[in-house]
Nanobody
Framework: QVQLVESGGELVQPGGSLRLSCAAS????????MGWYRQAPGKQRELVAA??????TYLDSVKGRFTISRDNAKNAVDLQMNSLKPDDTAVYYC??????????WGQGTQVTVSS
C-alpha cells in the first residue's frame, strides 16, 4: 500500500515562507502526476499545484509565489510557498496518481497564515 506523508505545515506570519514536503513510501517514478491540494474551512478542496512529467500547473492565486518540485532521491514532492497570505490558510494534502488511475492521498498538514 502506497503511503504519502506530508510535513512542513505550521503557523507563519503574512509575507512569510514555508516549504511543504510529501514523502512517498515508493519510488515516485511510478506516478504520472503528483500534486498539492488544499482545503480551507467551509470550502471545497482545490488543486494548488501539480507536476505531470515536466509540466507544472498552478492555481491562479498562487502563481509566482508557490513552486512545486520533485526530489527523486528522496522520493518526495515539495511545495515552496513564498509571500504567504491569510487566504492561503488551509490543510494542504499531497496527491499522487498512476497511469492505471490509482490515486493516493496524504493525511494533510495544516498551514496557518496569521499575525
Amino acid at each position: 500500500q502506497v503511503q504519502l506523508v506530508e510535513s512542513g505545515g505550521e503557523l507563519v506570519q503574512p509575507g512569510g515562507s514555508l516549504r511543504l514536503s510529501c514523502a512517498a513510501s515508493t519510488s515516485i517514478f511510478v506516478f504520472d502526476t503528483m500534486g498539492w491540494y488544499r482545503q480551507a474551512p467551509g470550502k471545497q478542496r482545490e488543486l494548488v499545484a501539480a507536476l505531470n512529467g515536466d509540466e507544472t500547473t498552478y492555481l491562479d492565486s498562487v502563481k509566482g509565489r508557490f513552486t512545486i518540485s520533485r526530489d527523486n532521491a528522496k522520493n518526495a514532492v515539495d511545495l515552496q510557498m513564498n509571500s504567504l497570505k491569510p487566504d492561503d490558510t488551509a490543510v494542504y494534502y499531497c496527491n499522487a496518481c498512476t497511469s492505471g488511475y490509482a490515486e493516493y492521498w496524504g493525511q494533510g498538514t495544516q498551514v496557518t497564515v496569521s499575525s
